[in-house]
């Protein structure tokens, strides 16, 4: 299993510009989350899902969002990106159906926005 | 939103010694996690408890889910240079609720 993988590793992008950040499991987890990680800000939860089809907001959801059309990805999208939004992302997944809260987190993608 | 207060919020360590981190909450827990994060990686799980009182051991690693489900505490034994990195706890309801709250992180070093 190659568990949680995402794409890309790096971006560089320009203020204004879009882009989307694709987070794929082989886990058959029903839950996926979309966290920022800031430094001395720890890991904050921007968009979660709960099945497919489902999305909800997390701690810090604005000028981000999310779908998740198939169970095994979740995409994290920036329609016009802001400084603000450097940041190291991390995708996540669980099977809480098992009662157990752990969390199983990707590589992250560093993103920069000049 | 809520974050965990944990502490030391970093340690500097001489190889060979022992470690200990904690971490604790203004709210009740039914889950607490342990995460260690390697420079450029991403958190990777080490140990998971689900009971108040519970002590797990992990190779060297041993975490204590505290009694009043509050606080948690993590020990490394016997550190070696691999052990550097971020350890960040988490706690969880364990009731459905998906959602984890994370702890701001211990950053270990080991001095040569």
């Known amino acids: 299993n190659a568990g949680v993988t995402q794409t890309p590793k790096f971006r560089v992008l320009k203020t204004g510009q879009s882009m989307t950040l694709l987070c794929a499991q082989d886990?058959?987890?029903?839950?996926m989350y979309w966290y920022r990680q800031d430094p001395g800000m720890g890991l904050r939860l921007i968009h979660y899902?709960?099945?497919?089809?489902?999305?909800a907001k997390g701690e810090v959801p604005d000028g981000y969002n999310v779908s998740r059309l198939k169970k095994q990805n979740f995409l994290l999208g920036l329609e016009s990106a802001a400084p603000s939004q450097t940041s190291v992302y991390f995708c996540?997944?669980?099977?809480?159906?098992?009662?157990?809260?752990?969390?199983?987190f990707g590589p992250g993608t560093r993103l920069t926005v000049l | 939103g809520q974050q965990l207060n944990q502490s030391p919020q970093s340690m500097f360590i001489q190889e060979g010694e022992d470690v200990s981190m904690n971490c604790t909450s203004s709210?009740?827990?039914?889950?607490w996690l342990w995460y260690k994060q390697d420079p450029g990686e991403g958190p990777v799980l080490l140990i998971a408890?689900?009971?108040?009182?519970e002590l797990t051991s992990n190779g060297r690693l041993t975490a204590q889910f505290g009694i009043t489900r509050k606080d948690s505490f993590l020990n490394i034994s016997a550190s070696i240079p691999s052990d550097v990195g971020i350890y960040f706890c988490?706690?969880?309801?364990?009731?459905?609720?998906?959602?984890?709250?994370f702890g701001t992180g211990t950053r270990l070093t080991i001095i040569p």
């Open positions: 996540a997944s669980s099977y809480p159906l098992t009662g157990r809260d752990e969390q199983f």
């Open positions: 886990m058959n987890h029903e839950y």
């Open positions: 899902s709960v099945g497919e089809g489902t999305t």
């Open positions: 709210s009740i827990f039914n889950t």
């Open positions: 408890l689900y009971k108040a009182g």
């Open positions: 988490a706690g969880g309801s364990n009731f459905g609720n998906e959602k984890l709250t």
